[in-house]
């Protein structure tokens, strides 16, 4: 009858079928996969980023020369009293 979608009527809609759960259940699991992949994509991205800063302001601060304290960065307290046993 028709050839193809440019030879449809104008104001035509294509009937499309309607979703089933189990249709619906694999494209959550499909839609699933991708997000795992995009967060680890992200993380990488957040991670590369993050240690290029860190370079960025260390070469700054060598540049420049800082130290820690010239920023008002208080090292962390170092901890007192015995060491914990690891049990196992």
Known sequence: MY????????????????PTPE???AR?????TELAEAEGQLR????????EALVKVRNLMRAFE???????LVPAP?????LRKNSG
């Open 44 to 51: 990488e991205m957040e991670e590369g980023a993050r240690l």
């Open 23 to 25: 249709t619906l259940r």
């Open 66 to 72: 800082l130290t820690p304290a010239d920023l008002g």
């Open 3 to 18: 050839k193809t979608d440019n030879d449809l009527p104008k104001g035509w809609v294509k009937p499309v079928a309607k």
């Open 78 to 82: 170092k901890r007192r009293g015995r």
């Open 28 to 32: 959550i699991a499909e839609l699933r």
